[in-house]
């Protein structure tokens, strides 16, 4: 199973960001697929998260600019990020918990894509 994500880049505060995450592989169902950041030093804490039914969580600190959303058929996952601020540069990741055709359940992870927010 393999998670790649893309999308990051550089952006002007106030500016907008999309990132995508699909999963390929050995794939039986995806059940919670989610966004996290890191930034160095820190730990990587939940952005957000969406359950294969459209349920969403967002952290404290983007609810009412980031976006969460995903294609079952497609097994991918989005991130709309709007009114960007300097303090959203990180590293995102992508996770995803689910089931392989073997029926083992875990969790996997993309490689990261960095989003910078400077003018």
């Known amino acids: 199973v393999q998670l790649q994500a893309s999308g990051g880049g550089l952006v002007q505060p106030g500016g907008s960001l999309r990132l995508s995450c699909a999963a390929s592989g050995s794939i039986l169902s995806i059940n919670v697929m989610g966004w996290y950041r890191q930034t160095p030093g820190d730990g990587r804490e939940l952005v957000a998260a969406i359950t294969s039914v459209g349920s969403e969580n967002y952290a404290d600190f983007v609810k009412g600019r980031f976006t969460i959303s995903r294609d079952n058929a497609q097994n991918t996952v989005y991130l709309q990020m709007n009114s960007l601020k300097p303090e959203d540069t990180a590293v995102y990741y992508c996770?995803?918990?689910?089931?392989?055709?073997?029926?083992?359940?875990?969790?996997?992870w993309g490689q990261g894509t960095l989003v910078t927010v400077s003018s």
């Open positions: 996770g995803a918990d689910l089931w392989d055709v073997t029926g083992s359940y875990d969790n996997y």
